[in-house]
């Protein structure tokens, strides 16, 4: 686990606060975060199933109604990955976010690469084919994500293949986090066909080995 380098400051005294349900992917990322990272928070469920975010008191902190939100004392922040990113340099975990840009280029590669691309691809997978949710639910939605989600897969199997053990080599980073949580999601559908990613099962089971891993992502929930 990380050892979070310590910096003063009056900001630092006001505990981390995270707003958003347990249960929901993108918070499910910055919990697994808080947890390598050893840090103290604060949690308040919002979301479907839980206070709602048009609440007013939640469009002040994020007026796009979306959960994760972070406050740190005067700073408040909206999506998972700046949040991650945010968390890691606050601790000057460079370990899992370098300073060098070409080293954190290549850890950033991974994390866009989840957002911009694959984020569809999980919607028609996941919350069409898999919960049967509209719209992701129809059929060509379903379709075209179960092909993108697999070849997706078969990018990170074959990244693993090259380098590896994790991602971008031999330490775990930020970009394991998001890529993670999909492979994650991919064993734990039950409707899909999974082609054979011998590089993918060892990947999930080196994730599983950390405890943060077992008690945000795989835990239960897809
Ligand atoms: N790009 C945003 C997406 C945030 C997002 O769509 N969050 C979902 C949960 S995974 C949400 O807010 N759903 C509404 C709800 O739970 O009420 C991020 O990465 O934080």
């Given at each position: 686990?990380?050892?979070?380098?310590?910096?003063?400051?009056?900001?630092?005294?006001?505990m981390l606060k995270l707003l958003g349900r347990s249960n929901a992917y993108n918070v499910r990322k910055v919990l697994?975060?808080l947890?390598?990272?050893?840090?103290?928070f604060e949690q308040e469920e919002w979301g479907r199933g839980h206070r709602a975010t048009e609440d007013?008191a939640f469009?002040?902190l994020n007026?796009?109604g979306t959960v994760p939100v972070l406050v740190?004392?005067?700073?408040?922040?909206r999506?998972s990955?700046?949040i991650?990113?945010?968390?890691?340099?606050?601790?000057?975990?460079?370990?899992?976010?370098?300073?060098?840009?070409?080293?954190?280029?290549?850890?950033?590669?991974?994390?866009?690469?989840?957002?911009?691309?694959?984020?569809?691809?999980?919607?028609?997978?996941?919350?069409?084919?898999?919960?049967?949710?509209?719209?992701?639910?129809?059929?060509?939605?379903?379709?075209?994500?179960?092909?993108?989600?697999?070849?997706?897969?078969?990018?990170?199997?074959?990244?693993?293949?090259?380098?590896?053990?994790?991602?971008?080599?031999?330490?775990?980073?930020?970009?394991?986090?998001?890529?993670?949580?999909?492979?994650?999601?991919?064993?734990?559908?039950?409707?899909?066909?999974?082609?054979?990613?011998?590089?993918?099962?060892?990947?999930?089971?080196?994730?599983?080995?950390?405890?943060?891993?077992?008690t945000h992502?795989?835990n239960?929930l897809?």
């Amino acid at each position: 686990m990380a050892k979070p380098r310590r910096k003063a400051g009056w900001g630092r005294l006001a505990m981390l606060k995270l707003l958003g349900r347990s249960n929901a992917y993108n918070v499910r990322k910055v919990l697994w975060l808080l947890g390598e990272l050893g840090l103290g928070f604060e949690q308040e469920e919002w979301g479907r199933g839980h206070r709602a975010t048009e609440d007013p008191a939640f469009l002040v902190l994020n007026p796009l109604g979306t959960v994760p939100v972070l406050v740190d004392g005067e700073v408040v922040l909206r999506e998972s990955h700046v949040i991650l990113r945010y968390l890691a340099a606050r601790e000057g975990a460079t370990h899992l976010l370098p300073e060098a840009p070409a080293a954190r280029a290549r850890v950033e590669h991974w994390m866009d690469w989840v957002a911009y691309d694959m984020t569809l691809a999980m919607k028609g997978a996941y919350l069409g084919g898999e919960l049967g949710l509209a719209p992701w639910s129809a059929p060509w939605a379903v379709e075209r994500g179960r092909m993108e989600y697999a070849q997706g897969m078969r990018r990170v199997a074959a990244a693993l293949e090259a380098g590896g053990p994790y991602l971008v080599g031999e330490a775990f980073t930020l970009a394991d986090i998001p890529a993670g949580f999909l492979v994650h999601r991919w064993f734990a559908m039950k409707d899909i066909e999974r082609p054979a990613m011998p590089a993918l099962d060892a990947y999930y089971g080196r994730l599983s080995e950390r405890a943060p891993y077992r008690t945000h992502v795989r835990n239960g929930l897809a």
